[in-house]
């Protein structure tokens, strides 16, 4: 079994920054694709930030500039740089990983269970 835990999360004024990390554990031979997803009540979950296992990186308008991601493989973990923060950034954030497992190899999708990022003053 496989399992993804989100950390960081929490309360920052606008124009703060937080530092959201995620460390994927179980029977893990390799992982593919690693993202940030967030999502708000009634709405659909979207895309943050995604890295690939060759450091590539993908991020909406809405973020670009603002947020990092990066990965470490030797850890399993990806993390996300949020800087500059709006209100609008408020959301529950979900870590998200393509995962093979071992014995049999499986390539599937797994998600962390949130954690919720608040931009108030």
């Known amino acids: 079994q496989v399992q993804l835990v989100e950390t960081g999360g929490g309360l920052v004024q606008p124009g703060g920054s937080l530092r959201l990390s995620c460390v994927a554990s179980g029977s893990i031979f390799s992982i593919a694709t690693m993202a940030w997803y967030r999502q708000t009540p009634g709405q659909q979950r979207d895309l943050v930030a995604s890295i690939d296992n060759r450091g590539s990186t993908n991020y909406p308008d809405s973020v670009k500039g603002r947020f990092t991601i990066s990965r470490d493989n030797a850890k399993n973990a990806v993390y996300l740089e949020m800087n500059s923060l709006k209100p609008e950034d408020t959301a529950v954030y979900f870590c998200?990983?393509?995962?093979?497992?071992?014995?049999?190899?499986?390539?599937?999708?797994?998600w962390g269970q949130g954690t919720q990022v608040t931009v108030s003053s």
């Open positions: 998200y990983g393509r995962i093979t497992v071992g014995h049999p190899f499986q390539n599937n999708d797994y």
